[in-house]
Protein backbone atom coordinates (compact mmCIF):
# COMPACT_ATOMS: atom_id res chain seq x y z
CA UNK A 1 0.00 0.00 0.00
CA UNK A 2 1.44 3.35 -1.01
CA UNK A 3 2.01 5.82 1.81
CA UNK A 4 -0.81 8.34 0.47
CA UNK A 5 -3.29 5.21 0.70
CA UNK A 6 -2.35 4.27 4.03
CA UNK A 7 -3.05 8.15 5.32
CA UNK A 8 -6.61 7.86 3.41
CA UNK A 9 -7.20 4.41 5.71
CA UNK A 10 -5.67 5.82 8.95
CA UNK A 11 -8.08 9.43 8.73
CA UNK A 12 -11.16 6.85 7.87
CA UNK A 13 -13.24 6.16 10.71
CA UNK A 14 -15.74 3.00 9.50
CA UNK A 15 -12.78 0.10 10.24
CA UNK A 16 -11.23 1.13 13.14
CA UNK A 17 -9.40 -2.03 13.19
CA UNK A 18 -7.78 -1.14 9.60
CA UNK A 19 -7.33 2.30 10.74
CA UNK A 20 -4.95 1.87 13.38
CA UNK A 21 -2.88 -0.35 11.64
CA UNK A 22 -2.19 2.37 9.81
CA UNK A 23 -1.90 4.59 12.06
CA UNK A 24 0.93 2.68 13.39
CA UNK A 25 2.11 2.29 10.20
CA UNK A 26 1.99 6.03 10.08
CA UNK A 27 4.21 6.00 12.69
CA UNK A 28 6.95 4.01 12.02
CA UNK A 29 7.35 6.21 8.79
CA UNK A 30 7.29 9.10 10.63
CA UNK A 31 10.12 7.61 13.22
CA UNK A 32 12.68 6.57 9.97
CA UNK A 33 12.07 9.70 8.11
CA UNK A 34 12.83 11.94 11.13
CA UNK A 35 16.21 9.86 12.19
CA UNK A 36 17.24 10.28 8.72
CA UNK A 37 16.07 14.05 9.08
CA UNK A 38 18.34 14.62 12.36
CA UNK A 39 21.26 12.76 10.58
CA UNK A 40 21.30 15.01 7.50
CA UNK A 41 21.00 17.77 9.76
CA UNK A 42 23.94 16.84 11.66
CA UNK A 43 25.86 16.41 8.21
CA UNK A 44 24.65 19.59 7.39
CA UNK A 45 27.04 21.12 10.18
CA UNK A 46 23.77 21.77 12.67
CA UNK A 47 23.91 21.39 16.63
CA UNK A 48 21.58 19.56 18.64
CA UNK A 49 20.01 22.71 19.64
CA UNK A 50 18.80 23.45 15.99
CA UNK A 51 17.73 20.19 15.41
CA UNK A 52 16.13 20.39 18.92
CA UNK A 53 14.31 23.85 17.70
CA UNK A 54 13.73 22.35 14.37
CA UNK A 55 11.48 19.45 15.82
CA UNK A 56 9.60 21.45 18.62
CA UNK A 57 11.67 19.86 21.57
CA UNK A 58 14.62 20.35 24.05
CA UNK A 59 18.21 19.59 22.99
CA UNK A 60 18.38 17.23 26.04
CA UNK A 61 15.69 15.22 24.29
CA UNK A 62 16.80 15.08 20.87
CA UNK A 63 20.26 14.01 21.81
CA UNK A 64 18.92 11.33 24.13
CA UNK A 65 16.68 10.34 21.29
CA UNK A 66 19.49 9.95 18.74
CA UNK A 67 23.02 10.24 19.60
CA UNK A 68 23.26 6.41 20.10
CA UNK A 69 21.29 5.70 17.10
CA UNK A 70 22.83 7.97 14.43
CA UNK A 71 25.39 6.47 12.01
CA UNK A 72 29.00 5.94 13.52
CA UNK A 73 30.18 8.41 10.49
CA UNK A 74 28.87 11.50 11.39
CA UNK A 75 30.60 13.84 13.09
CA UNK A 76 28.88 14.58 16.42
CA UNK A 77 28.87 18.27 17.57
CA UNK A 78 29.81 19.35 21.18
CA UNK A 79 28.10 21.16 23.28
CA UNK A 80 30.20 25.09 23.43
CA UNK A 81 30.84 26.19 26.71
Known amino acids: MESSQVT ?3 ADTT ?3 SGLRAVASLRV ?3 VLEQRQVEAALRAGMSWQMVADALGVTRQAVHK ?3 KRIDASIPRPRRRT
Do not use: T
Open 65 to 67: KYS
Open 29 to 31: LAD
Open 15 to 17: DPR
Open 8 to 10: VVA
